[in-house]
């Protein structure tokens, strides 16, 4: 059981949220222009680390907001806490939680899991194409 | 139920050889689909100079921590001809391997608890029956009729409104399956290396030649991946990525009752299972966790929901006490159905994806992999279970079609 620090509304039963999966993957910038490969792994390829993991969560019975949780799949520990859109805390410094706020932004949606974030392109290095993070050419 | 003793423990099985310094091919993680596969290698296809290896003991991963539950009431053809081809060796497979493992065929009943429920039950009993397998639809006096314990009143939260039911479906003990498997594989030469860890690959360009393990190197022709909960992890190690994400999976068992509960009993709505184990404890499961997860435990909130829902649907349970609760890590897939077949590396093949369903597949998944593996090319079976399918868009979707999960 997760005790999860949410920005908005501080610490709250894992019952309380909603697992968006993996974090940081960008929506393709030029649909039109990715191969069935490409398509195929935006829509059905994600990391599955083991190890600290980059995630999206929502607090659905809360603020109804989405933010992004670093969380180590082995032991479950909890990294770190931070706003969608931003970069990826590095793993090893751990970030304090509740710094900032879930943002409202374009990819703080709620949609639903399978909704994509549109606004971390930035800060990954993605293919010419913008295919999504880890697409072979 | 079963009056059956228990098989002996064995305790010498098999051989615990040192691995050689190359095979012609080895078999990653000695789980039942691991196993299966060396089996059907060395039987269907003369191939005995063959290693598992497995990190851990013999079986020690979801084999061992899985609720035992086999059928084959699933709603796609690609999927009914599988399950089918399983359980139809399921049958034959004690007198093929000379040990009793206590397939037991008690039926299992999937319940609906609404009208969506009635609806989608009775269309995949048409389903199955024009596949040749075997399913009925009863009404709930018929439920009740075969499990007496079941509450059918109407005035309750998940009332039973009918159920699917297969009669030839059942468990059999995990553990001892293994065992079986592994007894056979051994008196064929096949060497069971435990304790053994693949920590990497050798390449010959896109092909591999090797594999690297903390007993050292391993030359191998070919390599088959079944390892279950951490094929990605092994793949990502070979250079390739799987449409695979690992999540929790727990069950648990109450304390030893006298026969109470005849048959097999899972619900789609309320996702608990229930089935009584040979020596007589109320064995149980429920849904993933729905975070990635690699730790072997799960959330409590799981258990609180499906027991909830049990307690329920079987009043007697209430003055049950759970005596154990343990996890797994199963593999997922987007479409809910395994992926066995080629990769993108050369003389590499994988067999994964089984989800929180594999174990009643293990026979078909041994040896339709076994095929793979031998001949380079899918068994008419497991080609549809490419991973291609992802590319293609030919999902076998037995999401909310299969009955439970899996
Ligand atoms: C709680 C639970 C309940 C379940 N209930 C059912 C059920 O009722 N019916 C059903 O059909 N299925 C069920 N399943 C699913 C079923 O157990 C799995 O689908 C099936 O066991 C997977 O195949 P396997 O037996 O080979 O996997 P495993 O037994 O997990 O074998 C994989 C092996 O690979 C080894 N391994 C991993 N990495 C390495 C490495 N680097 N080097 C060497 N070895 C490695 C592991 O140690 C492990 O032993 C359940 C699973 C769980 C967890
Ligand atoms: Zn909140």
Partial sequence: ?137 | MSTHQLPEHPDFLWRNPEPKSSYDAVIVGGGGHGLATAYFLAKNHGMTNIAVLEKGWLAGGNMARNTTIIRSNYLWDESAAIYEHALKLWEILPEELEYDFLFSQRGVMNLAHTLGDVRESMRRVGANKLNGVDAEWLDPQQVKELCPILNISDNIRYPVMGATYQPRAGIAKHDHVAWAFARKCDEMGVDIIQNCEVTGFVKDGNRVVGVKTNQGTINTEKVGLCAAGHSSVLAEMAGFRLPIQSHPLQALVSELHEPVHPTVVMSNHVHVYVSQAHKGELVMGAGVDSYNGYGQRGSFHVIEHQMAAAVELFPIFARAHVLRTWGGIVDTTLDASPIVGNTPVENMFVNCGWGTGGFKGTPAAGMTFAHNIATGEPHRLNKPFALERFETGALIDEHGAAAVAH
Avoid at chain 1, 9 to 14: F, H, N, P
Avoid at chain 1, 32 to 40: F, G, I, K, Q, Y
């Fill in chain 1, 1 to 137: 059981m997760l005790l999860i620090s949410c920005p908005n509304c501080g610490s709250r039963d894992e019952t309380e949220f909603h697992y968006g999966g993996q974090a940081h993957v960008a929506y393709p910038e030029n649909p039109n222009e990715l191969t069935d490969r490409e398509w195929a792994e935006y829509l059905f390829y994600r990391d599955n680390t083991k190890g600290a993991f980059a995630e999206r969560w929502l607090h659905s019975t809360g603020c109804r907001q989405w933010f992004n949780m670093l969380r180590d799949t082995v032991t479950y520990e909890i990294q770190a806490i931070y706003p969608m859109g931003s970069p990826r805390p590095d793993a090893a410094g751990k970030v304090t939680a509740e710094t900032g706020t879930a943002s409202t932004a374009a990819d703080s949606t709620t949609t639903g899991s399978a909704a994509p974030s549109i606004a971390a392109t930035s800060t990954f290095p993605t293919s010419s194409t913008t295919a999504p993070e880890g697409a072979t050419k």
